[in-house]
């Protein structure tokens, strides 16, 4: 599984983002997805993640400002970001599981979102 991201930039707070995740190889074993971000200095963590079938988790700091989405017949994530802060600036990671071993094993190269106020 390849997953190629793209959509960060550069942008001032309270505006929007819109990232993109494209998946590619053997994607018809992939029932999740996600997006994580990781800050300078700060851990890698999960923004928001969706499985087949189930609903949509998203963490507390974006709750109600991004929405995840996913296109099944172009094999892409999507991350709606609005109403952006500086506390989001972090470089955004797609990442998809691998239901065998349970673990987040196919990772994207990333995409930089810097937020400026």
């Known amino acids: 599984v390849q997953l190629v991201e793209s959509g960060g930039g550069l942008v001032q707070a309270g505006g929007s983002l819109r990232l993109s995740c494209v998946a590619s190889?053997?994607?018809?074993?992939?029932?999740?997805m996600g997006w994580f971000r990781q800050a300078p200095g700060k851990e890698r963590e999960l923004v928001a993640r969706?499985?087949?079938?189930?609903?949509?988790y998203y963490a507390d700091s974006v709750k109600g400002r991004f929405t995840l989405s996913r296109d099944n017949s172009k094999s892409t994530l999507y991350l709606q970001m609005n109403s952006l802060k500086p506390e989001d600036t972090a470089m955004y990671y797609c990442?998809?599981?691998?239901?065998?071993?349970?673990?987040?094993?196919?990772w994207g190269q990333g995409t930089q979102v810097t937020v400026f106020s």
């Open positions: 969706k499985s087949s079938g189930d609903s949509t």
């Open positions: 190889g053997s994607i018809f074993s992939i029932n999740t």
């Open positions: 990442a998809a599981l691998n239901e065998p071993s349970g673990e987040y094993d196919y």
